[in-house]
């Protein structure tokens, strides 16, 4: 059973740090990987798709990264601004299924 | 762009009534899935279909069901409702193992 965790569960930084929020698979057989965003009371906003073959992907100021042998994923995000505010969730799709599984998300505070 | 539509945005109920939540998929995308996030928590999967067809089952009480049509929309059916059901329910779709997008969300209250 796919089990994904992410640390650390809340970070408070001041703007323009970079910073890395980390996501952990139990299963390494995965077909991709994505991390969202989400605001308070609102949807997931996609971030970035990995797929399994892929080592890392970038957007803006954001870079995932893919490293299914040891079971992880990390989503830098650099010059980190208040708007950057919000949780951000990994979530996994284990090959040979139609289900992602969610990580427990980050809660993200940028300070101004 | 055209994003995945989710009806109604908020939905509140009695206990043991019955709620049906709709999901309209991006065009063109041929699979479905739904979550239920309860407060303060991560998403959890209920149930998905590809073509029509369910494709996995998560964590769904059997008092739930859920199908999706030809037109791909798909319809989630809650019977019996209890206070532990008042929660954020999504819809997402993907065009196949693609990239999940997600609907803003039905919001149900069960008093």
């Known amino acids: 059973k796919q089990e994904v965790t992410q640390i650390p569960a809340a970070l408070s930084v001041p703007e323009g740090e970079n910073l890395v929020l980390n996501c952990s698979f139990t299963d390494s057989a995965i077909y991709n990987l994505q991390w969202f965003r989400q605001d308070p009371g609102k949807g997931l906003t996609s971030l970035l798709l990995?797929?399994?073959?892929?080592r890392e992907q970038t957007s803006g100021r954001l870079n995932a990264s893919l490293d299914k042998s040891s079971g992880r994923s990390t989503l830098y995000i650099a010059a980190s601004q208040p708007g950057d505010s919000a949780t951000y969730l990994c979530a996994v799709k284990t090959s040979g299924t139609y289900k992602y599984i969610f990580g427990t998300g980050t809660r993200l505070k940028v300070l101004a | 762009a055209a994003g995945v539509i989710q009806s109604p945005r908020h939905l509140i109920k009695e206990k043991r009534e019955t709620a049906t939540l709709k999901c309209y998929p991006i065009p063109r995308h041929d699979t479905v899935y739904w979550y239920q996030q309860g407060p303060g928590q991560d998403p959890q999967f209920l149930i998905s279909?590809?073509?029509?067809?369910?494709?996995d089952k998560g964590s769904i009480p059997d008092r739930f069901s859920a199908q999706q049509f030809s037109d791909y929309h798909s319809e989630l059916n809650m019977s019996s409702l209890e206070l532990g059901d008042s929660a954020l329910y999504f819809c997402?779709?993907?065009?196949?193992?693609?990239?999940?997008?997600f609907g803003e969300g039905s919001r149900l209250t069960v008093l």
């Open positions: 990995i797929q399994s073959s892929q």
């Open positions: 997402a779709s993907s065009e196949g193992n693609g990239e999940l997008f």
């Open positions: 279909f590809y073509e029509k067809m369910q494709s």
